[in-house]
């Protein structure tokens, strides 16, 4: 598998320049047959790269792609870090090797057969395109001490952006993260163990950088990703950052709960006293969003007055 995806790879290297490359060339530079260049093309676009096949011309890619470096990835950070061409899911993988690793530890991929979102939706998740990346973390006090993680991960990312330079970011509860009021990034934490001891916690992070015509019309909703910036945000850097903020900020919500981290939700979150709807099953509640309590709760005022609601089926709108 990994020598087949060195191959992909010097193919990609090659139709970096934003210029067509023939077929003849690319198997000449490979040291492969034309036959084996087509396949290797093939199964590129296989895995979501749109990649342009004109007849005399050879072959071009529609976009660009941002790789990690994981040399440098590696050197970077302090925890262990497992990089992959492709795996099924970042967060599966944690989940399965959750007894081997520490705090802080994560695994990136370029590319997943079966990214997962929010009540089971498919996180659409083609190669090279975007950010997928997952974090273990330990809870020693049981589940109960991770109530209202989502919005410090949420927090975490929102501050590393803004340290890039990305402006126009927000957050809605209980972790979406927007750019100029469309969905940027998504966040999924899973976890097993018990209530009142020992919690193996896995962040998986889905962030789009650079969504092709394809692939976002398979979204069912309003989406942005980072081609529009002055500078898009190199991939490496990005994930090292957010590692480092992810730990940092874990480590201070394990120490001191959700209170140093209401500020900063505040100020990034986008439904702050807008009339808003929460989705509970077949249920509706209708109210005025005023932010959430010291649980990560969403405060909702309504005819009874003002309630906190919590839980991981719930679904904010805004009301329009």
Partial sequence: ???????????????????????????????VSRTAVSNHIA?????????YSVKGKGYKLNGSLSLVNEGVLKSQISNRSFYFDEIPSTNAFILKHAEELVSGDICVAEYQSAGRGRRGRVWVSPYG?????????????????????SLVVACSIVSVLQQLGIEGVGVKWPNDI??????????????????????????????NMAMGE????????PWSDLTGQQSVPDKTELLILLQKQLQQDLALFQQSGLKPFQQRWNKADLFQDQPVKLIMGGDEIHG?????????????????????????????????
């Fill in 1 to 31: 598998m990994a020598e087949q995806w060195n191959r992909k790879r010097e193919i990609l290297s090659e139709l970096a320049t934003g210029e067509f490359v023939s077929g003849e060339v690319l198997a000449s530079t490979l040291g």
């Fill in 288 to 320: 005025i969003y005023r932010g959430v309590d010291e649980k990560g709760a969403v405060m909702l005022d309504c005819d009874s007055g003002v309630q906190s609601y919590i839980g991981g089926e719930i679904s904010l709108r805004k009301v329009d």
């Fill in 129 to 149: 395109c975007h950010l997928y990346f997952s974090m273990y973390w330990q809870f020693p006090q049981g589940m109960a001490q991770a109530m209202g993680l």
């Fill in 178 to 207: 927007y750019l100029d009021s469309r969905k940027l990034a998504g966040v999924l934490i899973e976890m097993n163990g018990q209530t009142d001891s020992e919690c193996n916690l896995v962040i998986g992070i889905g962030l």
């Fill in 43 to 51: 199964a590129l676009e296989e895995y979501g790269i749109d990649i």
């Fill in 214 to 221: 394809q692939h976002g019309a398979l979204i069912d909703q």
